[in-house]
C-alpha cells in the first residue's frame, strides 16, 4: 500500500500540469485571447490527440527502458510545457497562440509517459492482483489534481494573472520529480517490442467503455464554465472541484471493489450513475443541480477507468503490461480529443446544454459495452 500512495502523489503533483491549464484556459482563451470555442475546443483537444498517438511509444519505453525512466521524462516535459505556455504574454496576435498551442503538445507527450509509466510502476511494484488498487488511486490523483486545480488556478488568474497559474503547473512537477528520485525503480519487463496492432484487438472493447464514459469528463471540463456564464449562475470555478472531489471519495470508499467483485459489474453500475448525472447537467435549471450532477458523474465516472482497464489488463501478457496500459488510456485521449472540438460544434449550434445530452448519450454507451463483457473471475 506504501507504493501505491508514493506513485498516486507523483502522478497528483504531475498531474497539476494538466488540471491548472483545463481550469485557466478557457477563460484565457475566450477573454484575454479573443478566439471562439471552437478554437477553446481545438486548444484542449490537441493534448490529447498528442498524449494519444504517443500512448504507444509511453508504453514501449515503459517496458523497455522501466517505468521510472517514462515518469520522470514525463515530468521534465511537464515543466518544459508550462514554460513555453507563457508565450502568449510575450508574442501578441496569433503567434502567441501559436506558441501555446506547442505548449499543448509538449504537454501531451509529458502526460503521455507520465501516466503510463506511473500504472505500470505501480503494478510492478504491488503485483498484478492489486491492479485495480493502483488504476484506482492513481486515477484518485489525477482528478484529485483537477479537483484542487479548479479553485487553486481561479485564485492565482485573480493574483497574479495567467502566468500565476503557469508557474504553478511547472512547480508541482519539480517537486514530483524529486519524490520519484527516493522510489525504487524495477526492472524493465520485455526486450521485445509489441506492435501497436497486436495490442488493440485484446483491449478495444474495454477502451472503447472507457472513451464513452470519459466524454461526460471532458463536456464539464471545457464546458461547465461557460455555461453557468451563460446561464447567469455564480460559483462555476466550483464545478470541478465537486467534479474532481466526488471522484476522489468514490476511489477512497469503493477502490477496492474492482479487484472483489470484477471490473463488469463496477462498470455497469458507475456509468449508469453517470448517466443521471449528465441528465441533471443538461436539465439543470439551477446551479445546485448542475453541481448535483457533476457530483454524480464524478462518483460514476471515476470507477469506470479502472474497471475496464483490469479486464483489459487481463488479456496482455505480464511483459506487455506498459504497452496494454498504454493502449487502454488511449482511449480516453481519443475521447478528450475528439470531445473537444466535436463539443465546441455542439455549443456553437445547440447551446452549452446539449454538451451534456450529448454525453449522456455517450454514457449509455459505455453502459451497453460493460453489459456486453463476459464475466471474468479475478
Partial sequence: MKYIIIIASIVLLGFFSVGIPIATLPGFIRNALGYSDVWLGIMLGTQSLVTLLFRHHSG???DLRGPKVAVTRGLFFAVISGIVSLGPLLIPGDMGLITLFIGRIILGYSESLLITGALSWGVGLVGPANAGRVMAWSGMA????????????YLMVQHFGFQGGVLLAVLFPVIAGIISIFVPAIPPASKVRIPFYQVIPKIWKHGFGLLFAAVSFAGIAGFSTLLFKERGWENAQWVMAIFGSAYVLSRIF?????DLYGGRKIALIFSFVAI???ILLWQANHSYIAFIGAALTG???????PAFGVEAVKNMEPQFRGVALGAYVAFFDLALGVTG?????VADHFGYTAVFAFGMIACIFSFSIALSLKETKN
Fill in 254 to 258: 469503493f477502490a477496492g471493489t474492482v
Fill in 299 to 305: 462518483f460514476g465516472y471515476s470507477l469506470v477507468f
Fill in 276 to 278: 443521471i448525472g449528465q
Fill in 142 to 153: 489525477m482528478y484529485g489534481a483537477i479537483a484542487i486545480s479548479a479553485p487553486l488556478g
Fill in 341 to 345: 472540438p466535436l463539443a465546441g460544434f
Fill in 60 to 62: 514501449s519505453i515503459s
